[in-house]
């Protein structure tokens, strides 16, 4: 039974910082790669940050480039995403994805993820 649990979402004011976890359990944590995604109301779930099995690579949507920074601690099956300088265009559900592939050119598409998380509320106040 595989599940993504993210945590740390809430209320920020726009400047502000949040920090989102994604814990994992029910898979081998350190031959995925995790993803962040975020789905505004009535819009796409739009490609965040990624970051590979050891942690040693990432790459960003250049919406969130320069401000958020995902990192992961594999002896603990934790993801996080470091949110810098929120914007009230963050607000959004974010969730966290595994795969078992890192190919730029075809892991910012959602549909090619093996596991979701249920998402956590961010809303950025200006």
């Known amino acids: 039974q595989v599940q993504l649990v993210e945590s740390g979402g809430g209320l920020v004011q726009a400047g502000g910082s949040l920090r989102l976890s994604c814990t994992a359990s029910?898979?081998?944590?350190?031959?995925?790669?995790m993803g962040w995604f975020r789905q505004a109301p009535g819009k796409e779930r739009d490609f965040i940050a990624a970051?590979?099995?050891?942690?040693?690579?990432?790459y960003y949507a250049d919406s969130v480039k320069g401000r958020f920074t995902t990192s992961r601690d594999n002896a603990k099956t934790l993801v996080y995403l470091q949110m810098n300088s929120l914007k009230a265009e963050d607000t959004a559900v974010y969730y966290c994805a595994a795969d078992r592939i890192w190919d730029i050119a075809t892991m910012t598409r959602a549909g090619r993820y093996d596991y979701w998380g249920q998402g956590t509320q961010v809303t950025v106040s200006s």
């Open positions: 029910g898979l081998s944590f350190k031959s995925y790669i």
């Open positions: 970051i590979n099995w050891s942690g040693d690579s990432t």
